[in-house]
């Protein structure tokens, strides 16, 4: 894999979604739609947490879906945009913060870069990750420290997008500029091979492809502002594009037009692994488990 294609700037992918927390807008569609089809997937997995943790939070949604999955585990959220997780505080009701806090189960908003977790080694049962290992800087770093604060027998699920994600918006731009305007996403293989170099265990890897259609290739890419997912590759042009990129991007989309909407594809990507039992101790000593049976005679 050349990792050069996949080097993000985490500083501008943290500008944008704040940006985007801020405006207050919903535009999350695609995200709570990929969010429900992770947790079907989650059905078919025998599982009963005490402790998850929803590493790219955003504005808590998913938090309130595991919390209603699975009503006695400890949550906690965390993302890197300070903006959302004020969204996602807000929004949790006073009865939901009442019954927490006389009785209920503990849910932490942390605000961190989920390739450095601020929790100890072996500390969750269950790392949940929604579409969010697509802005990680480094995501073989990133799945290295989920592994770790994972604790052994622990799950990790979660969603991603594929190389082909937009790939009809990324053809209209290079057939218009020579420079990078499209974000690109880690092949599905690939990222099986960092499941497995960072420690995990029965790693499954599927994909799927989704077509969203829009009137205009302008409502698309409003959307993705407003969503906060924009470019932030580091190979991408700074400053503002000119008009002239601009118009021919979308003459070039135009030309892509079918019974009168523009489609924009989505590679969907998901995944699930877990971490095994320890092969050495915190020393670096080898541990071998020794199964104890003794033979009752009558």
Not at 80 to 109: I, M
Not at 117 to 123: A, H, I, V
Not at 201 to 225: H, K
Request: aromatic fraction near 8%.
């Amino acid at each position: 894999m050349n990792s050069e294609a996949f080097r993000l700037d985490v500083r501008q992918a943290r500008r944008a979604f704040e940006r985007a927390a801020r405006a207050g807008k919903d535009s999350a569609v695609l995200q709570r739609e990929i969010e429900e089809r992770m947790l079907d997937r989650l059905d078919y997995i025998r599982v009963q947490p005490a402790r998850i943790l929803d590493a790219g939070c955003g504005a808590g949604r998913g938090l309130v879906s595991l919390g209603q999955r699975f009503p006695n585990a400890d949550l906690l959220g965390v993302d890197f945009a300070q903006a959302a997780l004020r969204a996602a505080r807000r929004s949790e009701s006073r009865l939901a913060r009442a019954w927490r806090s006389l009785a209920g189960p503990a849910l932490t908003y942390v605000c961190a870069d989920f390739s450095r977790l601020p929790f100890r080694s072996g500390s969750v049962a269950m790392v949940w990750s929604n579409l969010a290992l697509a802005w990680a800087a480094d995501p073989l770093s990133a799945l290295r420290e989920i592994h770790r604060v994972l604790s052994p027998g622990g799950l990790l699920m979660f969603s991603t997008y594929g190389p082909d994600t937009l790939k009809e918006l990324k053809a209209a731009f290079a057939a218009a500029s020579g420079t990078s305007h499209v974000h690109s996403f880690v092949d599905m293989h690939d990222l099986g091979d960092m499941l497995v170099a960072s420690g995990f265990a029965a790693p499954v890897m599927d994909m799927e492809t989704l077509t969203l259609t829009y009137a205009d290739a302008t409502a698309l890419v409003g959307d993705l502002r407003a969503s906060g997912q924009t470019c932030a590759g580091i190979g991408r042009r700074p400053g503002l594009m000119g008009r002239g990129v601009w118009r021919r991007m979308l003459e070039s989309y135009e030309s892509r037009r079918s019974k009168g909407r523009l489609a924009a594809t989505v590679e969907a990507l998901y995944g699930h692994a877990w971490k095994g039992e320890p092969r050495v101790d915190a020393e670096g000593r080898r541990v071998v488990k020794i199964e104890m049976r003794t033979k009752i005679q009558s």
